[in-house]
């Protein structure tokens, strides 16, 4: 299993290079990512190439049995290129154009950053592609992330209005679907159509839809241009990843994916400015989606935090216990090799305060002896963790498009994608049942639940998906929203919930919008919820049953007494609708119950206790993870006896674990 | 009477027209608005006109006996036009051009702009200017809506120094009344002047208003170009017309109605983002506008909500009754046409959201069913309830001028011209004291009250009319911040409030203006405010009385015990000055003692019930109006027995009104 | 001494300027600041000049005997040559030029604009230099103020590079120090640096605070081009000053102090906007600073407020009292000479509510007698309050620098740089320690006490002084955050706090940077703070002693018990470490302990009431300021007796100061 780090030997003078490799490997470093911001010493002026720099870190690595992962240093075009060729920078919706001066500094629409890009990779390739001790490439760094992912510049400009000529063919096609009849935006010359730059009211939905696609297609292009550009000097052992994040950009890491080996995640549980951690569930989320963003592929953990993080300003500083334990999180949901970012924090540049395993004074400190620590404990599963089976029940979906739809038409204030996703994710992440989270792309066949948050842009293929699955037999979770437009943001002409509306067995007739400060009350009235009250926020869909049961009722306004949660038998299967956004404290019951009866394991934790399995049933590894900074918590380990392998001892029943803790046991046989 | 939609035929296919039409009649609808973005259906390409499909559209309405007004199309330049001619496109404060994409693209000081909008509407006036299907026109749509009021751009300059020309003949002129030599601005080209872009402070007040002024003049020379265009060949019979918003923006309603048949208004209570509807207070204060705009005339309104409304956020679902309730509401203050924005909520496009009669669906459901009956309700009264007399005894002052100064110079971070003009406007409407809003050009004579709210920019002619009306025997409320400026907006250098002290009875030799959080206390001294107290904010005239009496003082800072609310004799009449923003508890008993006073009628009803009145008296009709979505109220009638002309019901004494409920009674004879 | 207003006589009909220099007569006024906005009134059109206006002004002071300041009127270009000129407009961040419209409308980096400023400059000095009544001259206004600092054109960029040439010599050089290697930043050519324009992330920490520097010097080197222009021309009786705020702007006013004779100061304890003044404290922090930036040379206020202040937001007004204290505080600190803004409130322009002593109508009133007051009070001092020493026996570090790089890298949003210096300047202050402001070029020996606060841009000179000065015997007090970068924003290698670890005892192995919202809690564990409980905010040091002793432990989270607050002996001296943002609950008794330790004088005072003394011991005077607005207040005079040489009473033992009261006592021999 490969546990490195991201290095930066430019950053540092030669004369400590040997002194880092030497704790590197008192680590148990056997992997470093190096040289992705390094174009302007690889490159120094146009056409002139040295790698005199990398040719010698890259040497001393090998040197020590420490593979090495390439960036492809484009995500920061040098000052020469600025200067000579300025229209590869990036324009905002103002129309202003981003300096040089930070980092992401291009449009990917740009011919001549293309040709670029192209050279420069070539170059590298050309270089190391057949290096023993390069195991694999990085393309570029984090596409699209801090705004870079749109650019509203006139190349752009050409370049959406060629890519619309692709999509729709003809200007009336284009017309028609996106009905610019409204406020006489009828297009008559493929020319006439704009990026969506600042106006006075909004865009069309449907050009901003496309528009986004287009931003994430563009980013696709550009980096299958890197892709071919590096097969064709590498040799076929060196993969290709790239490092995403996975925040609401205009970018389909799925589609990209398709020209990646493997997937890469860049994971930062807090960030600057922030004052805790993100919730265990959501990073549990980014795992899941990293796993689902290859089919189930492992991952890399490309840069896996390992300090306090910030540009200007710092966030929260991890805890004692937080670097095994989301090192454990990430390795338990699907990620096969670790790359702590940084090695060390560096004393100059926008990044200074991105503190690393070593702080600016190079000495191992706290940091540096719990990485060594992580590292031996692991040392124990070898491969066998990392290979281990993981099998879902339960399959949660997630789409990008929806998320920039929504972006696009958030309807209340209160609305944002991930918290909503979030909300009907986290109830099966608190019972620990083991989730995957799918597209519109995955058979469903092979899961007892499946959860459809917000499923407001919809797929064709996807909704016959799930009423093929749900007749089937399945058990699916609608919610709120469902069902209200098709591909192209244009709404249904049915009554809601759409398609969706025979297999829930409901007619949404009327909806209201919740504001800040706006909430109705939620009452169930059945089965596992009977008696609970739960505020409703966001929006409430005023659920008319046609053969559903109802489950919940709205218990305010005028529409009091009205149907807020239906369940709906259908062929086989069963289908429910959450129609407003309830609190943990209903769905949490609602999903035990309907996991329960859709046969899904589950396993009962204290709050901010994760349990995860991988592995065949009876030899499994079981990763126990307490979130919780301040406490220990106990819970009844499921039946059998579990051993750590790292210390030999061997649990059952009520298990013990502390605050921040984490650990893998191992089923007896 | 007509009561009509906002139709889009364009928007929807020829084969459902009809079924659109059979449920409109159904409804009792007997107008249609139409057309007013349907610029690129009728100009496909420059200067080739096609109305082909607005033909069909009002054959179809005249062969159904649905009368029709139509809209020019002006408010959405096509595609085609921007593209060839992007001088139309207006810049904002900051230099940066608006984009095409949205609506309100243009600026009304483009002559390519204008010379467009006379070819279109010189080609529908002469297609439908004689069509007996079509009753009116309205032009354009919301002019100034949406920040679309002011334009920075360098023709927009140009007309700007052109207009100052006519305003002030002479550089020196101008430099003297601005003030110039302040900040060392002295203009001596006219090419100096600037547009008020950005700065790093403020720039010169009395430009700004001057640039305010330019900006609504501009609005309505363009307006008068359409309406001239019209008139070249519609039918007399044909009234003109234009659908305002009043939101403070650069724009000088009552100075375009002039060139206009009867103004028309966009009544949305609620809208998207808002979690619930303005005060009904505010909603009487717009319908009170809108008949002041054109001095007392009838209106319509032209774009009355019938659903959840929003572009990207919905707001507020308007309830059960609301539909009735503020449609009564709209007619008791003078509407004589009501329009339901919309027909049917649109599948594409920036207004998706906006809800109509119906939903996405097209079925007929709630919101149907409550205009049906509203329709069938309001057919008892014909044209009696609309053509009945209004006749109002208390005015109160409004003025954009005065609106576009204090946007200038809020001085205090909590001033905000709406809310300070309902501060003094409520507590007429608190006891259903039947009011008029002014401007300068009003007669005063008639009226038995008179109140000027924060008249900080003085008119002449005005500040005369309402001395010449106090001292003849009237009653005038004056509030804080009276008698500041002139009409340039240039600070008096008398003693406050300026030319009004000698009325007033009182000196202000000091003021303070307050912040957020920071308040005084008043407590009343005399009459029916003995004796209550009320927080102070905004702003504390100290006031020092010279023949005034002093009603109420200050509790607080080393200005206790100075006057704030004082009352002075002069000549016949008597003026009242509010020195601060006090509370509705204690204005209220402070304006029923007034209105007593000075023979005001007025009714007692609890809070959220309204009560207006119209017609002759012994006949007249008395709406009743609860706002309150959450309980019934009684109170007691005026005299006599009320008839419910729809049921036949008659009342005397205590009536309740229902939660949203509406009724028009007639007086017994 | 000097007692004076800022009179605007272009703003006045002739025929008021008599009435308004027999008032100022009445007043005791005797001194005028005259011209700094007249630009377009001396040089109506280019190359024409025309004096006449001032002429006749200076002539009507000379004979009634009031003294004349000439303000250079750069600080607003004309009209003319903005239109003929615009290149000299300033630049935005975003790349949007500032409009001609207010005032600090060029780039000082403008070669066009220096131009027309010597030519300006030399007229108004060959003019008015050798006049008598002419005392001496004000370059400019407010420099920087208002976001004018900072300028990022094209011209700006180029003399950006000229300076980095001046600074760096090579480009190798630049390189190495800003760390360009990070993101591939390296320049190749020095028309490659960019301005700090917008970028999507953050530029590089070592660019934006050379960037500062430049904007800094920019600034410099245009005064000294005034300097220069002025003193060509000058008589050597008149001095030459400017008028700076002290607001965080990239300006460094103690190097522009080299070029004056002394510095003014413009004094708003409270502006447009505000609900309340700023803190005791922090006035008198500003008066230090003042002090100091001519290393303990007298100033001018030559902006004394005298009434309610503010653009388009007028701010609280001042209570009776305020002038007199203000003044009195300023005139204890060092102020020489005072001169209210402004005479009287103008009628037109963007200062419209900027209010006087007298107010829009031109009468006495209250302010106009407070005045009076004052000029009479202060008379009986003669020139001897003024002249009097001022010795402080506790000196506080400041650095416009480390302003810059706080404000470049905050690193928690709660830091701000005026704040966590007032929390380290403040306990000295409250205890009446009198107290220099310092930067890193005064020697220390005289001090007893040195304060350091937020030390995070070290000067190598400073550092070494300050070791030494410990060492020799010295009292120090460090901060968290100190000793962390170079001066060239480079963070240093070694362990914090870097140089000053060894005087200091300590280690600083981690740190926590805290949000709102998070605190920690700090007890003190020895001395005076022993069992006093804090709250920590902004920041955590954890702290790890070496030689230091512990006076206070964290008492939450993971570093529980960790020391935050430690002694150091070393050498002779002393050094404290405050390793949080602790409160003034245990900062003050912390400062009294250490500044009794040092033998540093206080006085015991109520909170609020101020005590000030200078003059040789045992003739001393003694001001006694009591800010509160709402409470007399008493303390314990010094030994000995005290003489209000106002009215001649002599006071011993408690006396009492009234609300807003402000007294000057003489100690009696």
């Not at 969506?196 to 696609?213: G, I």
């Not at 929260?316 to 702590?340: F, K, N």
């Not at 209903?586 to 046969?599: C, H, Q, S, T």
Request: glycine share 8%; hydrophobic share 35%.
């Amino acid at each position: 299993m490969y546990i490195g780090v991201d290095y930066y030997p430019e950053q540092w003078p030669k004369t400590r290079w040997s002194e880092d490799v030497r704790m590197m490997k008192e680590l148990g470093i056997n992997v470093v990512r190096i040289a992705e911001f390094g174009w302007s010493l690889m490159e120094p002026e146009e056409g002139t190439y040295d790698f005199s720099l990398y040719d010698e870190a890259i040497e001393l690595f090998a040197k020590n049995g420490i593979d090495v992962v390439l960036g492809t240093p484009t995500a920061t075009p040098p000052a020469w290129m600025v200067r000579r060729y300025p229209d590869i920078l990036p324009v905002d919706e103002n129309g202003i154009t981003i300096s040089f001066g930070a980092r992401r500094h291009y449009t990917v629409n740009s011919t001549t950053y293309q040709e670029f890009s192209k050279k420069i990779v070539n170059e590298m390739a050309k270089r190391y592609g057949q290096h023993p001790a390069v195991i694999g490439w990085q393309t570029d760094n984090e596409y699209g992330h801090e705004k870079s992912d749109r650019s509203y510049g006139d190349e752009d400009r050409a370049r959406f209005q060629d890519w619309l000529k692709e999509q729709y063919g003809t200007l009336e096609k284009l017309n028609e679907t996106w009905g610019t009849v409204f406020w006489s935006q009828t297009y008559t010359e493929w020319e006439q159509i704009p990026v969506p730059r600042k106006v006075y009211q909004e865009h069309n939905p449907s050009l901003l839809l496309d528009f986004d696609r287009f931003c994430a297609e563009a980013y696709n292009r550009y980096n299958r241009l890197q892709v071919d550009e590096l097969k064709k000097h590498i040799d076929e052992r060196q993969f290709i990843t790239h490092n995403f994040v996975y925040t609401g950009l205009a970018l389909n890491q799925k589609e990209m994916a398709k020209d990646l080996d493997f997937i890469s995640f860049d994971n930062y549980p807090v960030w600057g400015g922030l004052p805790e951690p993100i919730t265990p569930g959501n990073i549990a989320r980014q795992h899941d989606l990293c796993r689902g963003t290859k089919s189930g592929k492992g991952y890399w953990v490309m840069e896996e935090l390992s300090g306090a993080q910030g540009w200007s300003r710092i966030g929260y500083l991890p805890r004692p216990g937080h670097l095994q334990l989301w090192t454990y999180q990430a390795i338990s949901r699907g990620a096969e090799a670790i790359v702590y970012f940084r090695w060390r924090a560096a004393r100059f540049g926008t990044e200074e305060f991105c503190h690393g395993i070593l702080d600016h004074d190079g000495k191992p400190k706290r940091k540096f002896d719990e990485v060594k620590k992580v590292i031996e404990n692991m040392k124990v599963f070898g491969d066998d963790w990392i290979a281990a089976d993981y099998k879902a029940d339960v399959a949660v979906y997630h789409d990008p498009e929806n998320d920039w739809a929504w972006q696009i038409q958030p309807q209340s204030e209160m609305f944002n994608y991930v918290n909503e996703f979030l909300r009907f994710y986290e109830p099966a992440y608190a019972v620990n049942a083991i989730t995957d989270i799918i597209s519109e792309v995955e058979e469903l066949n092979s899961y007892k639940v499946v959860v459809v948050p917000v499923y407001f842009l919809t797929k064709p293929g996807f909704t016959d998906k799930l009423k093929a699955y749900a007749n089937a037999g399945g058990t699916v979770i609608l919610t709120y929203r469902s069902g209200v437009k098709d591909e192209h943001n244009v709404v249904t002409d049915q009554t809601l919930p759409g398609d969706l509306a025979e297999i829930a067995g409901i007619e949404v007739n009327e909806y209201e919008s919740l504001q800040s400060g706006q909430v109705n009350q939620v009452e169930g009235v059945q089965g596992a919820i009977e008696g609970i009250m739960s505020d409703a926020t966001v929006w409430c869909d005023l659920v008319d049953p046609v053969t559903a049961e109802v489950l919940a009722e709205y218990r305010n306004t005028f529409y009091s007494g009205q149907a807020a949660i239906t369940r709906n038998r259908t062929g086989k299967g069963t289908v429910y609708y959450v129609g407003s956004a309830v609190e943990p404290a209903m769905l949490r019951p609602l999903y035990k119950e309907v996991l329960a009866d859709a046969g899904v394991a589950t396993v009962e934790t204290p709050e901010n206790v994760e349990v995860l399995f991988r592995g065949e049933s009876g030899s499994e590894f079981m990763s126990v993870l307490n979130h919780d900074t301040d406490a220990a918590h106990s819970f009844e380990l499921p039946e059998g006896k579990w051993q750590d392998p790292v210390t030999g001892e061997v649990y059952e029943g009520t298990f013990e674990i502390g605050s921040l803790g984490s650990i893998v046991l191992k089923k007896q046989q």
